[in-house]
């Protein structure tokens, strides 16, 4: 049985099909330490407050004390889409070589205080002039290197930085508004359908500007694979967060602009929403 966990300024707020409650003496990190969370929780849950749904403005993005890293270049849109940004630096062959090696790419993206959650801005870097968002399944693993659950995850590129020079890539990634996350963690050691679908929407002066989709059964790369290179030589007490790489990409005459809106939909998780600062 699925929990939806809520983080919210009181608590968490956790909901299952028979209840739902303010969970407060509970924090994130020492759910993401136990050995199976998800029995924690219903454990939890039979002493937690009667409270209702925490409204949108309540919702508080699921991170405490966890890293962010990403994957990428594990859908073959994404894979074009890289090597066409970087074939003016030399660097599209890399992409290409990455997508059918056995190792995975992975790189760090955010500390908590870099994530942002639902309603609340993403950003743009103040030098790059091409920038889009990426919608991505993200998974969240415990300690003990086991996918627990799943979340939205909005992995902010600056597409001409990275396009430029390879090496570039922790600039276009990694600054303050660079990652979202939420609205809520699906507690569950069950993976998701390959026909769970990823919808992205970007809306500008009320319009729909761009909107694509794709499903899970696009992914090259398998969940288990992703955290068993992450965690060989690393340790995470509090758990952590592994984005599952993009295949939705924008065109690429496209870039965000300030006050677009991102909406990210993967159903039964919800929809992540963020304005551009």
């Known amino acids: 049985m699925p929990l939806t966990v809520y983080r919210t300024s009181k608590g968490l707020f956790v909901e299952s099909d028979q209840k739902g409650g303010l969970i407060e003496a509970v924090s994130l990190d020492s759910i993401l330490r136990q050995p199976d969370p998800e029995e924690f929780l219903k454990t939890s849950l039979v002493s937690a407050r009667s409270s209702p749904l925490p409204t949108a403005e309540e919702i508080m993005a699921p991170i405490e004390n966890q890293e962010v890293w990403a994957s990428g270049v594990t859908y073959y849109r994404s894979r074009n889409a890289r090597m066409e940004e970087s074939k003016d630096a030399g660097g599209g062959n890399f992409y290409d070589r990455v997508y059918t090696a056995e190792r995975p790419e992975l790189f760090f993206k955010a500390t908590a205080h870099r994530v942002v959650g639902p309603q609340k801005p993403v950003r743009i870097r103040r030098d790059a002039a091409w920038t889009v968002p990426e919608p991505e399944l993200t998974l969240v693993i415990n300690a003990h290197g086991q996918i627990v659950g799943y979340t939205i995850g909005n992995d902010m590129s600056s597409r001409d930085i990275e396009g430029e020079n390879p090496l570039?890539?922790?600039?276009?990634?990694?600054?303050?508004?660079?990652?979202?996350?939420?609205?809520?963690?699906?507690?569950?050691?069950r993976p998701p359908h390959p026909n769970t679908k990823i919808e992205m929407q970007i809306r500008r002066s009320g319009m729909v500007t761009f909107s694509g989709s794709t499903t899970l059964s696009e992914i090259k790369r398998d969940f288990k694979t992703l955290v068993e290179y992450l965690y060989r030589e690393m340790t995470f007490p509090d758990g952590c967060f592994l984005m599952t790489g993009t295949g939705i990409v924008p065109p690429d005459s496209f870039t965000l602009q300030s006050k677009d809106e991102v909406r990210i939909t993967i159903e039964p998780i919800g929809t992540l929403v963020n304005h551009v600062a």
């Open 168 to 189: 570039y890539l922790p600039q276009a990634k990694v600054y303050d508004g660079s990652c979202a996350l939420g609205p809520s963690i699906l507690m569950t050691d």
